[in-house]
């Protein structure tokens, strides 16, 4: 590679690396990215391991401890464009549930020597501890947005990603509405769009892996769910994939309220 080649890292936290895989498994569109970036970090792939500056940095899962916060600062400064990917690095994950709980609790039930651990009592995306440039919501992430991204930072130009809702996605593939039509339980019409409505496509409900839409209305469907399942239920729908993302948090709260 030239010395004008992007340098381009693709840096993991607390995750499930799903995301990367999404990466990865873009096959034949991966061999022509590679072949127009110097990838220098990607440890999913194997290969060498540079040091920064970075022109573009990908960033999959949340923050979860001291020592982690501190390296989400550092490849901050080495990367002149840093992209988040998926529902960890961007809503802090399915691992946010212990937001809300004891964290030491958690670790003396699940380890044998809790005294070892150390972590954040909090799971944090990475936008709450530096400025993000782009975030690509998910779980996993999307592979046409993904592709999409990158494609646009080599061009030279600001990605054009949707900002509407499950529901319009719906709407789009001509899928029935499974809430209105079935009584199924979906946040299609709260969670950012981006997957194309898979889930209704199948008959089932959207979960909300792509965290809350740009505009969250989350009191009116949470008195649309009350019909349809108990309100200990309705909390457990919006706390899943993006549980501490201002829009869904508040949920619980408003289940707290007798109906």
Sequence with gaps: ??????????????????????????????????????????????????????????????????????????????????????????????????????????????????????????????SSHVVVDVELRGCPVDKGQLLHVISAYLLGRPPRLDSSPVCVECKRRGTTCVLVAHGTPCLGPVTHGGCGALCPAFDRGCFGCFGPADTVNAGALVGRLRHDVSPGTVTRLFHTFATDAPGFREVHALEEVDP
Excluded: W
Excluded at 49 to 67: N, Q
């Design 1 to 126: 590679m030239s010395a004008s080649t992007p340098r381009v890292a693709v840096v993991k936290f607390a995750s499930c690396d799903g995301c990367q895989l999404t990466l990865l498994d873009c096959e034949d569109e991966l061999l022509g990215i590679a072949g127009a970036v110097d990838i220098v970090h990607f440890l999913e792939a194997g290969g060498p391991v540079l040091s920064g500056p970075y022109d573009l940095a990908i960033v999959e899962g949340s923050i979860t401890t001291a020592h982690d916060a501190a390296r989400i600062r550092e490849l901050r400064e080495q990367a002149k464009v840093l992209v988040s990917i998926g529902a960890c690095a961007t809503a802090g994950g399915i691992q946010a549930l212990r937001n809300a709980a004891d964290v030491q609790e958690y670790a003396s039930v699940v380890y044998a020597h809790p005294e070892y651990l150390r972590t954040l009592a909090t799971s944090t995306p990475i």
